[in-house]
């Protein structure tokens, strides 16, 4: 089983409040990817990191920032929340090394912004 | 870019019955990986697949890559209710693409 976390599992929060979704991994991977899931649409990439002080915008465009200080730690924020962020956010980390090792993901944060 | 189409979207079948689900990508993979997310949770993964004709299983699923390596199948013998969920195929970064590349998934639903 992986050990990669996400906190907190389910978020409510009004317009305009600023938000940090939270990704954690205890394996020590260098690699780590922030993916946004609308339901039963595809997952898309929007941060990645290679390692610390590395972090990059993915494919889709995203209005969140994200920090790598620590190998283990990911966080994702959110200055100013709007209705359109409402999605689900999945955390995942990778060995590096391969191309080919494979991504573990955590639990995801599923983000309701009224 | 690469382009993972997968079909069906949507399937649902009695438990016990066989079912495939199929992957097709627009350029030569270098690798495929399976996953299964169950709805509003992460993903799993289920197993990878590299070379040309590999074939793969896991208790009752099955995961074929052809020779060509432009599609994979994943099959799922005498389904149970426990296999239901979104079952996603990705693709590895191959020329300039540096991140996994998914496909947009197969819901799947078992009836007991």
């Known amino acids: 089983e992986a050990d990669i976390y996400q906190t907190p599992r389910y978020l409510v929060i009004g317009t305009g409040k600023k938000i940090t979704l939270e990704c954690s991994q205890t394996?020590?991977?260098?690699?780590m990817y922030w993916y946004q899931q609308d339901p039963g649409m595809e997952l898309h990439l929007i941060h990645y990191s290679y390692g610390v002080n590395s972090t990059e915008k993915g494919d889709l465009s995203s209005e969140s920032t994200v920090s790598r200080i620590r190998t283990e730690h990911f966080p994702l924020t959110l200055e100013s929340a709007r209705p359109s962020h409402t999605s689900q956010y999945l955390c995942?980390?990778?060995?590096?090394?391969?191309?080919?090792?494979?991504?573990?993901f955590g639990p995801g944060t599923r983000l309701t912004v009224l | 870019s690469q382009e993972l189409e997968q079909s069906p979207q949507s399937l649902i079948v009695q438990e016990g019955k066989n079912l495939t689900i199929n992957c097709t990508s627009s350029k030569t993979l270098y690798g495929l990986y399976w996953y299964k997310q169950k709805y509003g949770e992460g993903l799993i993964f289920l197993m990878m697949l590299q070379k040309g004709g590999e074939e793969k299983s896991h208790e009752k699923i099955t995961a074929k890559l052809d020779e060509k390596k432009q599609q994979s199948s994943l099959h799922i013998t005498a389904s149970q209710p426990s296999h239901a969920g979104i079952y996603l195929c990705g693709a590895p970064p191959s020329g300039s693409a540096r991140q996994l590349t998914f496909g947009s998934g197969t819901q799947l639903t078992v009836l007991p």
């Open positions: 394996m020590g991977h260098d690699k």
């Open positions: 995942a980390s990778q060995k590096a090394g391969g191309t080919y090792n494979e991504q573990f």
